[in-house]
């Protein structure tokens, strides 16, 4: 479990990124750490994207049904705009925002504010996600969570998609989406692959 840092001084800048699979606690991580900085009596402002309804229009909402109110923004530089007279930051679901955001927390931190950003490292192909890249690099401290897998009860690191569909964005749940660990994901990765390479030889046929 993540313990704030005994050095983290008001006004100092800061960037901190939760990472993992699907269904690996990252909003609740988030959520935990935003509520401690509430009862710090810490000014907090929490953003998420637009995109993320599943649960909540508003409140960030983890798996587990934890919640928190939040500002749902279309654009990453609105952060900006509506970050003002706070100390903390929180961000939920940091891969579906645009390219800005890395540019914008950097630009928070550097004006003091302690930024704590949520989001998945991986996609449904097991490629690195969005600006997760960057958000890592740029970041002061990284915690990557791990869920279960659900094929073997290993150590879960990536999200398989159980639906199919080759876009990259596909919002989803249970239904959708399940964590599996590395040799399981491949394993079905390669087992939708010649499902796809069938269905394909049947459409030539007819």
């Known amino acids: 479990m993540f ?4 050095f983290y001084q008001k006004n100092q800048g800061w960037i901190e990124v939760i990472c993992g699979s699907m269904f690996s606690g990252k909003s609740e991580e988030l959520i935990r750490r935003l ?4 009862i710090a009596n810490q000014k907090v402002e929490i953003f998420k994207p637009l995109i993320d309804n599943r649960y909540d229009d508003e409140d960030i909402v983890s798996h587990d049904q934890s919640r928190i109110h939040s500002t749902p923004v279309g654009a990453a530089q609105r952060i900006l705009l509506l970050a003002q007279d706070v100390e903390v930051i929180g961000i939920d679901e940091a891969q579906f925002f645009d390219e800005n955001l890395p540019e914008v927390c950097e630009s928070l931190a550097q004006n003091g504010l302690r930024v704590i950003v949520a989001g998945l ?3 449904f ?3 690195p996600f969005g600006t997760i890249p960057q958000l890592l690099a740029i970041a002061d401290t990284v915690t ?3 869920a279960i897998c659900m094929k ?3 150590l879960a690191t990536h999200s398989f998609r159980k639906v199919s569909s080759k876009e990259q964005v596909v919002l989803g749940e249970k239904e959708s989406y ?7 994901f491949m394993e079905g ?7 796809a390479n069938r269905m394909e030889d049947n459409e030539m046929d007819i």
């Open 3 to 6: 313990i704030e840092p005994t």
């Open 35 to 38: 509520k401690r900085a509430h």
């Open 121 to 123: 490292d991986k996609d």
């Open 125 to 127: 192909l097991g490629r």
């Open 144 to 146: 990557k969570l791990h």
């Open 152 to 154: 073997c009860g290993g």
């Open 178 to 184: 399940e964590p599996r660990c590395r040799k399981c």
């Open 189 to 195: 990765q390669k087992l939708n692959a010649q499902v």
